[in-house]
């Protein structure tokens, strides 16, 4: 057993505390947080990152998604078709279902994922606002998206440039769809996250994100052909807002100029207009709902 | 009599084997499962409560395999671990929906006598969600109760409880047991399983380290050097009388007065000391063995 | 052989508030579109295709039969709180089939219905309304059945519903005429359109396979998914 510690060499003994260490030096700042946070969940888009598994369908889904791109490209190469076979403004419309299943399965993925098992309280224990997390979370969602919807079209812009046609309309194309997805996107992320946000189920997430698309763009459709056939072209026009789809189509359509993909677009400069701040609102409404509902969460 | 019989039972998944080459028959009593985290006992109890098929072996109950036999369950009683019970129920719903599905007479009153033993009646009528930790492990306790099934399988029931609770549990399951049931109940803390498990089996990396009564176990274990505590008149003296006796290794002072002795040969020792003792004409006072407990048996079968 | 306590945990669990409100808020849509056309246009068969076949039959029957199907049994397995309906002397079969009956119910009630209403609306004669009504219910049965299925297979039971359903239906049966064989929508719009018989399907697979189709995918479906449930694993967690 212990033998009973000398007196006299208590005086001279020293107690070394080598556990627990507070750390004084250097801390980046939130930005670095902020970086971080937005990385992981941008490579967690596509599974990086992750088990094997959740590669599969988002990679699947981007193949799908290049897949018609790669084939023009091909085919405008080799049989030397000298003007646009799809134009970059219609692609995403044409290709909603993969985009919607893409959003659908990875929002929850990014945002339900935190909630259910309580990690977001492991988050906010650090020195990282919620604000901040809830900005790093979207903004990787909507990085995500825009890469699923962008690579394509850079894609058929190489193939154009290769197969010779005129580099200053194609640019323009181009970067008309470019700001087209990248509206989408942002649009997409914002609500679908706030759909993620409000049920911890990853399940019932999923089941609401797509149906809340593919219904307003079906509903959209519906109410555009109707309408259409009608002869009632504003209303058509307007059918347009019910989708985030229909509605970038319509901003491209109406501001830039670019070829439209419903039956009709919104009437005019003024129509386009309306359907850029509709298109504002919603991001902005569903970031305040997001900040609201995390806030609640973090009993801040 | 039910008797719970599993025979060379293996568990694997890929190369990971999870339980491996075990024999046991758990008869009526309380039996606990003991081992560390991560030793195979969740697995062993989803193999007898019929939710895991073993890999090679048999697991029966009287005879009839447990895997995909669901008539089994009117006999056996399960309370999981981590499952959740429903959130938004009220206990006393919860209790006679399980009441219902075991097809039991009448099933209120057998879920009010299910609850009045797990000493719920006053939460009863709270929605579940509501419920701290201990209070969901004895509804799920009633749950499993209420048709009063001649096996009650426990995982890890001492989780999350308060010391009454704990107290109260411990009186439960000895009461079962007492009644002729056959009570299984997993465990990674000594002193619960100490308390109330007249017979113990010990899982030890997924192998069959050990069964039995843990001071029979200690007593097999004749390759450990035994410790005592001896308190005597004159503990200095007696000291340096035993450690020039072959059969101690170790002897010493405590501070608090008393030897610790490590004896090698118990029978010896036993013979020893008092004959040492009343040749100096020493008094002893107290010989205590120290580690004829759960926790060194334990640390023994685990520490290798 | 079905479980009257079940029916009664399923429906209290599966269908607690937001659940519902998706589920009422689709129906509403539908019928709500249904009268705004019939009051704008009077009847009109293009708008009739496109609400009843395109918004109904071909989205809200098959996204209703999923959240209902997937309800039923998929958030139990996910939290394991399954493991107290099956440690119990019944049948999985029963178990099986008791779920099945709640979903079946709310799709009837959440899209049948609706469907039903909408036709009427929009028509204003029995015969497409029947023909619909039949469809969809015929639809439902299989979907349901199916969704059932895969949640006993998968805990990602949702989104391989959704695949089935977005990408093989939708997207592939849009392109292939093939597909048309084993696709559920497919089989429900076949039924209807041979008792409303007004025109709305081109190519199609004759009411006959349909039905019996219906019937072995149900009646498969359902049968292999009490047998999962009899091999059900709860892993402990080590």
Known sequence: MAIPPDPAAARRSVIHDIGYRKYDGPRLGEAYTWRTLYELGARHCFGLGRAARYKVLPMMLLAIMLLPALIIVGVQVMVDIDEQVLPYSRYAVIMQLVISVFVAVQAPALISRDLRYRVITLYLARPLRVDTYVYARVAALATGLLVLTGLPLLLLYAGSLLSGLSPGSETTDLLTGLLGVLILSLMLACVGAVVSAMTTRRGFA???IITALVMSYTVGATVQGIADEQGETDVAGYAGLLSPFTLVDGIQVALLDAEASTPEGPPGVAGGLVFLAVALAVVVGSMVLLLWRYRKVAGR | MSQLVLQQVSRWYRNVVAVNDVTMTIGPGVTGLLGPNGAGKSTLIAMMSGFLAPSAGSVTLDGTPVWRHEQLYRQIGLVPEREAAYDNVTGRQFVVANAELQRVPDPGAAAAAAIATVEMLPAQDRRISTYSKGMRQRIKMAAGLVHDPAVLLLDEPFNGMDP?????????????????RTVMFSSHILEEVEQVASHIEVLVAGRHAASGDFGAIRRLM?????????????????????????????????MDDGLDVEAVDFGRFAVVLPQLARSADIRLLEVKPTDESLESVFAYLVGT | MTNPTIVRLTVRNGFGGRRAMILVALPLVLVGLAATFRALLGVDPDATEGVIVGLGILVVLPLVALIAGTSVLAAEIDDGSIVYLLAKPISRHVIVLSKYVVAVTATAAFTVLPIALATAIM????????????GALVGGVAYCALFILLSTLTRHAVATGLLYVLVWEGLLGGLLSGVRWLSVGHWAHAVAESIADDGTLSESVGPAYAVIAVAVVTVGALWLAGDRLRSFRLTGDE
């Open chain 2, 222 to 254: 004749t390759d450990r050097p035994n410790q005592y505590l001896i308190r005597s008149d004159d503990d200095r003296q007696l000291a340096g009388l035993l450690i020039g006796d072959p059969s101690c290794r170790g002897v010493a002072l405590r």
């Open chain 3, 123 to 134: 028509t204003g004669e029995l015969k497409p309304t029947l023909g619909y009504v039949v």
């Open chain 1, 206 to 208: 999923i089941a609401a």
């Open chain 2, 164 to 180: 009454r609770q704990r107290m109260h549990l411990i009186e439960l399951l000895r009461r079962l047991g007492a009644e002729g």
